[in-house]
């Protein structure tokens, strides 16, 4: 049974940092491209940024040079180091887990708030 557990979200004001991290379990944590995606209230879920298996990286425009994902094979782990947040951060952090090969083999993680007060 895969689970991806994620922690580390929580209340923090404009300018400040948080640390999320996502543990899994039930896959081969070291093949597959591990991201981080978020929605906001009455918006679409959409994608932070991903890193894969060969420590390629891709983020999106709005957390460029603000947020970094890095991944611990060892521990099975993937994080997401969040600085500089605005409240436009604000929403549900969800981990993912994507088989490069075969692109239905993908699991999500249940969600972790995020919220950044101005």
């Known amino acids: 049974q895969v689970q991806l557990v994620e922690s580390g979200g929580g209340l923090v004001q404009a300018g400040g940092s948080l640390r999320l991290s996502c543990a899994a379990s039930?896959?081969?944590?070291?093949?597959?491209?591990m991201g981080w995606y978020r929605q906001a209230p009455g918006k679409q879920r959409e994608l932070v940024a991903t890193l894969s298996s060969d420590s390629r990286t891709n983020y999106a425009d709005s957390v460029k040079g603000r947020f970094t994902i890095t991944r611990d094979n060892a521990r099975n782990t993937v994080y997401l180091q969040m600085n500089s947040l605005r409240p436009e951060d604000t929403a549900v952090y969800y981990c993912?887990?994507?088989?490069?090969?075969?692109?239905?083999?993908?699991?999500w993680g249940q969600g972790t708030q995020v919220t950044v007060s101005s």
């Open positions: 039930g896959i081969i944590f070291r093949f597959y491209t």
């Open positions: 993912n887990a994507r088989h490069p090969t075969y692109s239905a083999d993908t699991y």
